[in-house]
């Protein structure tokens, strides 16, 4: 670490990242706020697609989105859809989605890209890697800390999945944030000291709503409900229907399995999509293969698609103001998330359940990344006047007899949350008792979703009903279930074996680590020889500025004498391929320019320390 | 600070029937800011393990205290009776006629005769008034007993719970406004 920098707890530098549907961003904390990292593109948003070259490489981003068209059975959008589920889930949006998939997966999805066959979580892997690189490049160090934002509704499968792309990633996930709640910490609704707020999600591929309570910096989430699986997604793939009955009927032609037509018709439908959030016509164009389609459209006409997608979130909002216990007369504010809020239609839906109006000031593609990182400041002690309290969206409980579920844990429970529960054996001599846990508000096991089996293995053989194994449910601060159980006899920790439902198991999440880690060993020393110039260019161009302060003409001709020393080793080694080498030289400049810095630090700077580097 | 202590001294208050929600909601939100994982990213395994078990018991304890009947069956239950399920499975005996009704009334309804509508409306209403009966009772039996522990009034306070139960469960079957 170069000394020219301020101290902000590089060393335990956490990032905030909200992986979205559409668009993924990175944010960091400064001593101003909450920052976004661009990409070397300059692009704030990093598309959430990933195209796998022939040579197995991976291409992220905007690169990877412009691949859709020319190499679609390759790329992947979307993928946020598939996290945590199965492949019985996922049949309705295969049918639009030209992903195509290894049908031998029940519990997890695999998707085939070219040659490799990869999960959801190891495709979101790869937009982790490229949000940890860029964070890395623009802020000249090592990250290996994050906050990872999920929709406030997402299911254990589903943060589990999320962060098991993180560990793939070879990020530490410090904390999985829910997104709404994550905006209204980006927000600084804080500033009024109490009150209670709704944020409005509606991203691109998930709809959250959440109802807080504010209390001098702390926020208490009071309800949370949602659907994962709604969004603008679904308002393309109306347009898109239409367009396809269209193209149908004129060029007598179904597009319909015609990948990289449908690719470019997409892109159509969303460009006018978007257009009609800013004006009343637009229509949309496609040339494809010599032949030209144009529809007009009204915002008239959009409006009338989007109603039933408009309609199916209020359902949820109105769940939420009545869990919550507070009326809609109670909240003061309303907070507007996510690219799909920036129809005026939504926005007016809104208006009206709330009468009130909504905030937009922050850019919704944004807030939620902002938010991340005002969490991540949080955990990394920075941030020490804020705290979430959130709460669970699904309930938790244990099958009983009959196919009946038994709620352990109700939703909208504060998290951590706890139960515990005692069990025992039916039969002389059993000596294993099956656990089943699953997620939901509903009274049979066939309705809700299950999370996963645990067995409580090697039971001492006893006449049945005399074992007594207390089992404690715990959902943690990610809203992730832990199990642990306790022989109430010998009380003695019991070993309990976890086999989710949804979603890969600790080893195979293990073996996927490791293999990125093999290809990625050439990678990996290349970067560090990257990033070990990186921070060489830091510490010489702050060093270029300091000789032009008071404080370089205060040292003694021996101190600026080892600094020019120190410089020309540094630059010696520059171009070599060893970043030890170099990073050597750097420290050994950082010493040597450690009064230099002090005396910046006494003399009258302190004030123009409005950035992280001395300007 | 320890998770197993009971969830009155866990949370600094009397261990009686009525609390202030105000004083509750404050405890809370100071214990909260003291115990949070959130506050605890930093430190070692075991002590993140700690703040974890003691945030989710500080939770547990602040939604069973702040809900006045979840409260009153935790207090019984510290005080040695056993609140399962069974209390309020059981007809209470003076309501066995006025249950029975009910359920023929539902039953009716099920096979699509209207006219058990209004039979039901009123069944219903019967039972609403029962419940702010009942919910009075309790209320001048919890302060009784704050005021004089003796176990003779947890006794009283029992039944009347467990028949609260009962007919509350009884009446979300009935279709009408729901109950808070």
């Keep these: 670490m170069s000394t020219f920098q301020i101290d902000f707890g590089a060393e335990d530098r956490v990032v905030g990242i909200d992986l979205g549907t559409t668009n993924s961003l990175v944010a960091f904390m400064d001593l101003t706020g909450p920052k976004i990292i661009p990409g070397a593109d300059e692009d704030r948003l990093v598309p959430s697609v990933v195209s796998i070259q022939e040579n197995g490489e991976a291409v992220v981003g905007n690169a990877a989105r412009e691949l859709l068209i020319t190499e679609s059975e390759r790329t992947v959008y979307s993928v946020k859809r598939l996290m945590g589920r199965g492949l019985a889930d996922v049949q309705d949006e295969l049918k639009l989605f030209p992903f195509k998939v290894d049908q031998g997966s029940d519990s997890v999805i695999r998707l085939k890209l070219g040659d490799k066959t990869?999960?959801?979580?190891?495709?979101?892997?790869?937009?982790?890697?490229?949000?940890?690189?860029?964070?890395?490049?623009?802020?000249?160090?090592?990250?290996?800390?994050?906050?990872?934002?999920?929709?406030?509704?997402?299911?254990?499968?589903?943060?589990q999945a999320t962060k098991d792309a993180g560990r793939i990633a070879g990020l530490d996930v410090l904390r999985l944030v829910n997104e709404p709640t994550a905006a209204s910490l980006a927000y600084g609704l804080d500033k009024r000291k109490n009150g209670v707020i709704a944020v409005y999600d509606l991203g691109g591929g998930t709809f959250d709503i959440s109802i807080l309570k504010l209390h001098d910096g702390l926020f208490e989430v009071l309800a949370t409900n949602g659907d994962t699986h709604l969004g603008g997604d679904d308002i393309d793939n109306l347009m898109l229907r239409i367009a396809l009955e269209d193209i149908h009927s004129e060029w007598g032609e179904d597009l319909s399995g015609d990948k990289e037509g449908i690719q470019r018709l997409r892109r159509a439908v969303i460009?006018?999509?978007?257009?009609?959030?800013?004006?009343?016509?637009?229509?949309?164009d496609l040339e494809y293969r010599g032949r030209r389609y144009t529809r007009e459209i009204t915002r008239d006409l959009f409006e009338k698609l989007v109603t039933p997608i408009v309609d199916r979130t209020l359902g949820p909002c109105r769940d939420c103001i009545k869990d919550a216990g507070v009326s809609v007369a109670q909240?003061?504010?309303?907070?507007?998330?996510?690219?799909?809020?920036?129809?005026?239609?939504?926005?007016?839906?809104?208006?009206?359940?709330?009468?009130?109006?909504?905030?937009?000031?922050?850019?919704p593609d944004e807030v939620v990344a902002l938010g991340a990182a005002v969490q991540a400041g949080i955990l990394s002690g920075h941030?020490?006047?804020?705290?979430?309290?959130?709460?669970?969206?699904?309930?938790?409980?244990?099958?009983?007899?009959?196919?009946?579920?038994?709620?352990?844990?109700?939703?909208?429970?504060t998290i951590p949350a706890s139960a515990t529960e005692n069990f025992t054996t039916a039969v002389d001599g059993q000596r294993n008792v099956l656990i089943h846990v699953l997620q939901g508000?509903?009274?049979?096991?066939?309705?809700?979703?299950?999370?996963?089996?645990?067995?409580?293995?090697?039971?001492?053989?006893?006449?049945?009903?005399?074992?007594?194994?207390?089992?404690?449910?715990?959902?943690?601060?990610?809203?992730?279930?832990?199990?642990?159980?306790?022989?109430?006899?010998?009380?003695?920790?019991?070993?309990?074996?976890?086999?989710?439902s949804y979603g890969l198991t600790d080893e195979q999440v293990e073996g996927m680590i490791l293999e990125s880690f093999d290809k990625a060993e050439e990678d990996f020393q290349a970067r560090q020889v990257r990033e070990a110039r990186v921070e060489a260019d830091t510490i010489l161009g702050a060093l270029d500025k300091a000789r032009r302060n008071d404080a370089y003409f205060e040292l003694s001709e021996e101190e600026r004498g080892a600094i020019d020393r120190a410089t020309n080793e540094l630059l010696l080694v520059y171009h070599a391929d060893d970043h030890e080498l170099i990073l050597n030289k750097i420290e050994q400049l950082n010493e040597v320019t450690m009064s230099l810095a002090e005396n910046m630090m006494n003399t009258a700077v302190r004030g123009a320390l409005k950035g992280t580097k001395i300007e | 600070m320890n998770p197993s202590s009971d969830y009155y001294e866990l949370l600094g208050?009397?261990?009686?029937?009525?609390?202030?929600?105000?004083?509750?909601?404050?405890?809370?939100?100071?214990?909260?800011?003291?115990?949070?994982?959130?506050?605890?990213?930093?430190?070692?395994?075991?002590?993140?393990?700690?703040?974890?078990?003691?945030?989710?018991?500080l939770n547990d304890a602040y939604r069973t205290l702040r809900d006045p009947v979840k409260r009153a069956e935790y207090l019984l239950r510290l005080e040695g009776f056993d609140m399962g399920e069974q209390g309020s499975k059981d007809v209470p005996p003076e309501l066995l006629e006025e249950v029975f009704e009910l359920n023929m009334a539902l039953e009716e309804l099920r096979s699509g005769d209207e006219s058990a509508k209004a039979q039901l409306e009123q069944a219903r209403n019967n039972f609403v008034k029962m419940l702010s009966k009942i919910d009075a009772d309790l209320g001048s039996e919890s302060a009784q007993y704050d005021a004089n522990p003796v176990k003779d009034t947890l006794s009283r306070i029992r039944i009347l719970l467990n028949r609260r139960k009962y007919i509350h469960n009884l009446v979300e079957q009935v279709p009408g406004p729901s109950l808070s």
Excluded at chain 1, 273 to 280: A, D, G, N, T, Y
Excluded at chain 1, 337 to 359: C, D, N, Q, W, Y
């Design chain 1, 271 to 284: 460009h006018a999509k978007e257009q009609l959030s800013f004006v009343p016509f637009t229509s949309i």
């Design chain 2, 13 to 57: 208050m009397p261990r009686q029937f009525s609390l202030s929600q105000d004083v509750l909601q404050a405890r809370f939100y100071e214990l909260s800011r003291q115990w949070h994982p959130d506050k605890f990213a930093r430190r070692s395994e075991a002590e993140r393990q700690s703040a974890l078990d003691l945030s989710s018991s």
């Design chain 1, 383 to 413: 941030v020490e006047d804020k705290l979430l309290l959130d709460v669970t969206p699904l309930s938790l409980g244990i099958e009983t007899m009959g196919g009946v579920v038994s709620k352990l844990i109700h939703r909208n429970s």
């Design chain 1, 331 to 363: 909240i003061d504010e309303v907070v507007m998330v996510g690219g799909s809020t920036r129809i005026p239609m939504v926005r007016s839906a809104v208006e009206t359940l709330f009468r009130a109006k909504p905030h937009t000031e922050l850019n």
């Design chain 1, 441 to 500: 508000e509903r009274e049979l096991v066939k309705d809700c979703r299950s999370l996963a089996r645990f067995d409580l293995k090697d039971i001492n053989p006893m006449p049945a009903g005399l074992a007594r194994i207390e089992v404690r449910f715990l959902i943690d601060a990610n809203g992730i279930l832990n199990v642990t159980a306790r022989d109430q006899r010998t009380g003695k920790e019991h070993s309990v074996d976890v086999k989710p």
């Design chain 1, 118 to 159: 990869l999960t959801p979580p190891e495709v979101s892997a790869y937009v982790l890697r490229q949000l940890k690189h860029n964070a890395e490049v623009y802020l000249g160090e090592a990250v290996n800390k994050a906050v990872i934002t999920v929709p406030a509704y997402f299911n254990d499968a589903q943060r």
